[in-house]
Every structure is written in C-alpha cells, then in structure tokens.
C-alpha cells in the first residue's frame, strides 16, 4: 500500500467483524487489462479472501467521457460501440483473479442514463470549480492555455457519485488516482452518508523502466499475453524493478520476497528468471511456466527459434513496421522502430530487412534478440 485515508478507521472497520463493501472503479477504454491493472485487484483480491464484498465499477458510462487523469491533453471521446467490444473481454480477464461468483460487475449507465436534469445539478453541486481546477493536469493545460471541457471538469464528481450508488465503504485506486478518490468521500459527505475509506496502491513501472505501465506508453504487459511472450518481456524488465514487480503483482509471501532480494544481490538474472517464471505460473499454471522457460532458454541461449510464440494473421500485400509494432506494443514509437531497421535489427525469415514497408510474406519476424513473431 502506498497511502490510506483514513487509516485509524479502516483498521476498526476491518477488526470489526462487519462485510465491507470495497469498490474499484474501470473503465472500458481498451480491450486489453496488463499487468498495472492487477496491482489493485490483487488487492482486492486480499479483501475477497477475507470475506469482503467486492464491487467492480464498470465505467461504461464515464468511458464516453474519458478519465482525464494524469493526460495533459484531451482524451479521445470513445463512442458506445468502441466501450461495448471493449466491455466483452474486461469479466473474463478480471476472472484470472478474483472470483467471478463473489464479484459483483456493475455498470455506472444504470444510473447515469437515468438521471435527470435536476440531478444531474444536485451531483455536480458537489464539488466546486476552484477544488476541480486544483489537479495538476487541469492546471497545466489551463496555464497552456488548452481548453478542459465541461464533462471532463464533471468526470470525477461523476466517480465519485459511484460510490453513492453502491454505499461504497473501501474504494481501492492507484496513486494518481487520489483526486478522483477524495472526490468520492466528498459526494458521500454531500449526501449525508458515511464517508468512505481510501487504500491507494503503487503504480507499476513499465517494461522501459520510465513511466507507469500503460498502452499509451508502450511499455506494457498484457494480462492475456501468450506464456512465452509474457515470460520474454518480463526477462526484459530492468534488474532495478525486478522487486517491485515481485511485491506487486505476485502473491508470494513477505519470507519470499525477502529470499528473492538475498538472490537479486548475488545473481539477478536468476531472480529475473524467478519473476517471469512465477508471473507466467499465476495466470497459466507452474507446466505452461516451465514450458516458457525452457522455449526462452532455447531461443536465446542456444539461438534458436522458441515454439511458443505469437501468431499474427495479416492481411494485404504490404505492412507498415513502424505501424504495426507500435500497435501490437512491441515498439514505443515508430522512430524506434526505423533506428532498429537501420541498425539491421529486424528479420523475416532469417534476412535483415532495410525498409519498413515490407511485402508481407508468411514466416518469422525476428525483432532484437529477443522478440519472434510468426506471420499468416
């Protein structure tokens, strides 16, 4: 945990004996959830254990507006369309980790779309223009002098309001989500029910060792990526975050942790091999675990070709590299993939390619040493 609020009255609350109602709020605004997600709902999966309610706010609604948190831009609107098909997936991925039959999935359009004018006045009421002004992205795009619409200015009041609805009594959230989080105790205050208590988790750093884990960025993990793929990005993690990662999205004990430090000092690869192995076995069990691991070893110890590797069905005469490696999160950016090009460090099919507009043939993409993609 990195910070919560208010921690004297979260401890009573839990030594009391009474069911907690604990909420995280998503929003649906990619198909794909990475492993920065399952830091919270590890989280909440403790709570679950403990015998906890535990309630998954889906955003279908606020995803039309678009969380602007920690953007110094506008978000892209989502249409209801794009929010639906990304919806399909979010149950089943959440699924890996908490118990689908103790968790309740519910979709803030069940009120919103309800709601009318003069509730929709009573809700904004409850924060003032000068407190939404305060967050540093808002600030900073006003002092840019950029616009900040009116419906994003309402996004986290509408957050909040979430917590209304459900009488939300533990609402679990990411560091950068703390404006948006008191914003759910100010509602409640508003509306004359008992405030809830806040538990933020740390964010993840990302496979760059830069930022926080995110599509936008690139350097993300997808929880639905293939074993093998999901074992080579976590050998690629820098050694410097190797702990993290274990503290954050395993489960393994405080005694464990301490041995992996004890084995990070005296032979990081061994505790980076620890880590993907333990990550892969979580979501695709300890056979699957050690068959990456074996698939990995063969691949770029003895420089062969791993089985276990990612198809992509493609179609046309012609792909753009830059494009599509971004798009797959292989690459951060299409300038990284065009020095790597020049560098001579793509293949298909065992030759150097010298452009990134390739006729598409079927066979092996070789990225860096370390990344094989088969091509249909």
Known sequence: MAEVI?????????????????????DPTAPELHLGHTVPLLKLKEFQNQGHEIILIIGDATAEIGDPTGKYSAR???TRQEVA???????????KILNPKKTRFVYNSSWFKKMGLTELMEMAAAATLGQVQKRADFKKRLEAG??????EFIYPIMQGYDSIQIKSDVEVGGTDQKFNLLMGRQVQKRFGQKEQDILMVPLLIGTDGAEKMSKTAGNFI???EVPGEMYGK?????DELVLSYFELITEISEGELAEMEKLQMRDPLGAKKALAKEVVGMYYGAKEAEKAAENFKSAFSKNKIPTDIPVWNLTGKQIDLTEIL????????????????????????GDKLNSWQIELDPGILKIGKKTFIEIK
Request: charged content about 35%; cysteine-free.
């Open 6 to 26: 208010e921690k004297e009255n979260l401890g009573k609350e839990l030594q009391s004996g009474r069911k907690l109602k604990i909420k995280l709020g998503i």
């Open 76 to 78: 892209k609107k989502l």
């Open 85 to 95: 098909q990304n919806m399909k997936s979010y149950k089943r991925q959440i699924s």
């Open 146 to 151: 950029d616009d900040v619409s009116v419906p």
């Open 222 to 224: 997808a929880l639905e």
């Open 234 to 238: 976590l050998m690629a993690v820098p």
């Open 326 to 349: 971004v798009k797959k999160g292989i690459a951060e950016s299409k300038s990284a993939v065009r020095r790597l090009i020049e560098q001579g460090g793509i293949q298909l099919n």
